[in-house]
């Protein structure tokens, strides 16, 4: 039977990592908070702002919730990413996505401040991931895969690594997180030819396609290290994620479920953003 990868115990670590670290921020008056702006009530935006709320509590972080409607517009959100922008008080800021497509998503990137982009959207934070300079933060989720694999001590140097799904927010940041360790990485997308076949030939496998129950008995060898970032809703409601978790857990020798998983450890990582943040604004 194979390893299963909960997402709690390295979720727990890292915000007991964060203890001492909010009291010597507290001790110089300055208190780790987060803003969170999100439009409507859109299901996986809302999961995914209960996720984050819960984990920087657990952590001791001040949160700020800013609700726009669904109908809103980008000169509404740009004012108030121009107001988290100023305020001294907040650290870090996550633009929950998905925004309505009357928003010019691209706008409110750029505006948001990088220093304060604790969830990688911004230009300069993609390039601190890309090309080693800028400001900000890598992709939480991207960072909460390198973060699985190290505690549960799986070696990446020399390793063979395959990535379905060539998001900025998790595809190819990661495969340059992955390389930045010495492991040697295949992006997979839709246009793969034999996706199975590469799949099967890696040591390490990473589903971030958002696709439910794509990866099957197919895509897997015994010995493999399996990480599911997919999350998806099956036709009974449930959260279910890009792996058919029940047809190949027996198969390799570890993975990691949805829920329970990686998503567990995303939110813990954006807390550690915010405090890093804390740190390095004045």
């Known amino acids: 039977m194979s390893e299963i990868y909960y997402g ?6 890292i915000r007991a990592s964060l203890e001492e670290r909010i009291a010597a921020l507290r001790g110089e008056g300055r208190e780790p908070k987060l803003a969170i702006l999100r439009c409507g009530d859109e299901p996986g935006a809302l999961s995914y702002e209960r996720s984050a709320l819960r984990s920087c509590e657990q952590a001791g972080i001040r949160v700020e919730s800013i609700v726009l409607p669904w109908t809103a517009g980008t000169a509404e959100l740009l004012r108030q990413v121009d107001r988290v922008n100023g305020d001294q008080s907040i650290h870090g800021v996550l633009v929950l996505r998905p925004l309505p497509r009357q928003i010019d998503t691209q706008q409110i990137f750029r505006r948001l401040r990088a220093d304060k982009d604790v969830d990688g959207i911004t230009v300069p934070s993609l390039a601190r991931v ?5 400001s900000g933060f890598g992709p939480c989720t991207a960072e909460a895969c390198l973060a699985m694999l190290d505690h549960y001590g799986v070696p990446l140097s020399g390793s063979r690594v395959a990535i379905i799904g060539r998001s900025l927010i998790v595809g190819r940041p990661l495969s340059m997180m992955l390389c930045a360790r010495d492991a040697t990485v295949t992006l997979c997308h839709s246009k793969t030819r034999d996706l199975p076949s590469i799949c099967r030939e890696s040591d390490i496998l990473i589903a971030a396609a958002g696709c439910a129950g794509l990866v099957d008995e197919r895509f897997v060898h015994p010995g493999q290290i399996l990480l ?23 198969l390799v020798r570890a993975i990691s479920p949805v829920p329970r998983g990686v998503g567990t450890v995303t939110t813990a990582i954006l807390a550690r953003h915010v405090v890093e943040a804390a740190e390095e604004l004045p």
């Not at 709690?8 to 670590?13: G, K, L, M, Q, S």
């Not at 890309?130 to 800028?134: E, M, S, T």
């Open 228 to 250: 599911d970032v997919g999350v998806s809703e099956s036709f009974d409601g449930k959260l279910c994620g890009d792996v058919a978790f029940e047809a190949v857990s027996p």
């Open 130 to 134: 890309f090309v080693g300079r800028g």
């Open 8 to 13: 709690t115990p390295v979720a727990r670590a």
